[in-house]
């Protein structure tokens, strides 16, 4: 489409030079606005730089909205309905980026460079004119009585712009400038707020002792539980930390535990370290190998099959004084208490680490209030929202950075009148 003359175009303010919000400002002056980027810090895309540990996993092959989590759920199907992974991959591809998908689905930039996704977005703004304001902080977002909206600075300095698209993020990564600044300008114009929490984070876990199995790794099942009940579960790489535990399995729990921990309940994660042998079976086992392994001491007698570091952790839960106990002493209520916890190891939950070590953040504006095949507000025609600002958090392996570009692209083309 070609470019309006200035006199006629349509002015779109984004608040946000993060990843939802550059694709809206591309999105936006390609459909022929004039376009300008309001970002607090210094340059813009500082997020977008970390994800995928450098390699920026934009895309998942296999994204659906069993992977999402939101108050208002029906509502995130119909926004990546319309705007999906196609769409986004074709995006990328026609900007310069190839897209590589590794075996669990996973999509990289072929180079493996978060770099090169925030080159081609900021070439692509270059291109389209977009003017990029950086160290702009927004104080404040009015209603101007002669049409479209004022936006004010941390200074008292202003631009106009007859429509605004909040794109700030939300909490996760503070250290990159993300302190739910959007969250104000939303109530501002009425806009509930689902109480913002950490996700996809580390969980802190009670235990004394986490500070000697810091480093430990092992495979199995996790699932969240409260008051007996399986909230969710996960299989995949657990992480044992000082803190407690960590790992791609945890993390996609990890905004769901928070949760329940706000609401002031109970809960914890139940660790199955051997979840593709049944109880019964894993306990005969046990039995079977205690009867050519009795000659071995306790701790010898469970080597190869945990972590070594594991090992003291189990026996002394078990209620095996020393390790150096003759296998063979244990007994069968000791072996069955040990493929109990092997099987179902429950750690209390205490919380999460703090706002920066956080990927992503659980809440946020409430999509029911957000037309889903706009991304305007429902309570103030010419104001739309795109990215993490919004109650929508996907697990991990590309489906935050895809709610981005999904929530961005949408928003862009429909401030800009398309």
Same mark, same amino acid.
């Given at each position: ?105 996973? $999509?990289?930039?072929? %180079?493996? !460079? #978060?770099?090169?996704? /925030? *080159? ?6 270059? =291109? ?121 399995? $945890?993390?996609?729990? %990890?905004? !769901? #535990?928070?949760?329940? /921990? *706000? ?6 994660? =139940? ?141 862009? =083309? ?5």
């Amino acid at each position: 489409m070609s470019r309006r003359t200035v006199e006629k175009q349509t002015r779109v303010a984004v608040i946000g030079g993060g990843a939802s919000g550059l694709a809206a400002a591309a999105a936006a002056a390609a459909a022929g606005a004039f376009v300008m980027v309001l970002e607090k810090e210094e340059r813009v895309g500082r997020k977008l730089l970390a994800t995928g540990n450098g390699r920026c996993n934009y895309s998942n092959r296999y994204v659906d909205i069993k992977d999402y989590r939101s108050r208002d759920l029906d509502k995130a199907e119909k926004i990546l309905s319309r705007i999906g992974q196609k769409e986004t991959l074709a995006f990328f591809e026609r900007l310069g980026i190839w897209p590589r998908a590794d075996e669990s689905g996973r $999509i990289y930039p072929s %180079s493996e !460079q #978060a770099a090169a996704v /925030l *080159d081609v977005l900021r070439m692509e703004l270059r =291109r389209l004119g977009v003017e990029i304001f950086c160290g702009w902080p927004v104080k404040e977002l009015k209603k101007d009585p002669k049409g479209g909206f004022r936006i004010i600075g941390q200074k008292g300095e202003q631009k106009k712009a007859d429509r605004v698209i909040i794109a700030c993020g939300g909490m996760a990564g503070a250290q990159y400038g993300c302190s739910g600044d959007g969250y104000a300008l939303a109530r501002a114009f009425g806009h509930q707020i689902i109480k913002p929490l950490p996700a996809l984070v580390q969980l802190s876990a009670k235990g004394d002792f986490f500070r000697h199995l810091k480093g430990v790794r092992a495979k199995g099942r996790v699932c969240l539980e409260w008051e007996g009940t399986v909230v969710a579960e996960q299989s995949g790489e657990i992480q044992f930390t000082q803190w407690g535990l960590s790992g791609i399995c $945890i993390f996609d729990l %990890s905004g !769901q #535990a928070m949760e329940l /921990l *706000d609401q002031g309940k109970d809960c914890g994660i =139940r660790i199955d370290l051997f979840p593709q042998i049944q109880p019964d079976a894993f306990y005969s086992r046990l039995l079977n190998r205690l009867s050519v392994s009795g000659h071995k001491s306790a701790e010898e007698f469970l080597e190869g099959m945990i972590h070594k570091k594991l090992i003291g952790v189990v026996l002394r839960a078990c209620g095996v004084e020393s390790p150096a106990v003759p296998a063979s002493e244990l007994g069968e209520k000791r072996i069955h208490a040990i493929a109990a916890m092997l099987k179902g190891w429950r750690i209390p939950v205490t919380g999460a680490r703090p706002w920066s070590e956080a990927q992503t953040t659980s809440g946020g504006v409430r999509l029911s209030q957000i037309d889903p095949g706009t991304m305007e507000s429902l309570l103030q025609k010419g104001l739309y929202f795109a990215g993490e600002v919004l109650d929508a958090q996907g697990r991990c392996g590309g489906y935050n950075l895809q709610w981005a570009w999904s929530t961005g692209l949408l928003a862009g =083309r429909s401030a800009a009148g398309l």
